[in-house]
């Protein structure tokens, strides 16, 4: 799944090439896709005739913003848009075709189909269902120190499972979580209460520094990732334990482990990252 600097990567390249562009049309192959509203005419008719003016993110939710609505659009596991040529041939895994003036169209393709959208009238987006219970992203003020402790002091969950809540922090996922916790030292097993305040300080500054670098090397291409102008990221390279198990960590020299927390492959150090 796109986490926050892969979602960074493409909104930056998706804007570039659909900023200004007025939708004339909408088709969607797979219309289970579009959540809201649920009437699929509704969404057409709203879109047909809107321009968009600015694409924006929030966590990994991708925002269109358009004359008189905002398109709250999530990728999941392996969507991806493109912008084409409309005599271009379509396959069979692009499931919403948003067809513009010039006659160029951006394409939803989502080989999963588990992709999603939501329709709202702009400036409501945040208010409503999947924004309004994002927590802020590790960039944001809101992301303090002080706030972390107050909700690892809430939970009985492992500090792994915290970094996956995105009604806590907005834009962790998988990968992230995992390079975060090695660099700062953190076990992904260890109860989020148990963290110590310069943990959280550590555990702050590596989510704030890591997802910088990756944003800079244009995210992290593992799987199916690439951005809309169709370029991969670099980030895997720098990937200091996710995807590593079983090999020597660059740290200390001890191998690499996988185990399962909170449900995900988790990749650690046991001498770097003691459970306690």
Known sequence: MPELPEVENVRKSLLQLVKGKTIQ????????????????????????????????????FLVFMLDDYSLVSHLRMEGHYSVNQSEDPTDKHTHVNFKFTDGTEMRYRDVRKFGTMHLFKKGTEDNELPLSKLGPEPFSPACSADYLKSHFQKTERIIKAVLLDQTIVAGLGNIYADEVLYKAKVHPERKAKSLTDEEIQRLRHEMVHTLEDSIAAGGSSVNTYMNSMGLSGSYQDRLKVYGRNGEACIQCGTILEKIKAAGRGTHFCPACQQPS
């Open 25 to 60: 049309s909408v088709e969607a192959g797979w219309p289970k896709i579009i959540k809201h509203p649920l009437e699929v005419e509704q969404f057409y008719d709203a879109l047909s005739g809107q321009t968009i003016h600015d694409l924006q993110r929030k966590g990994k």
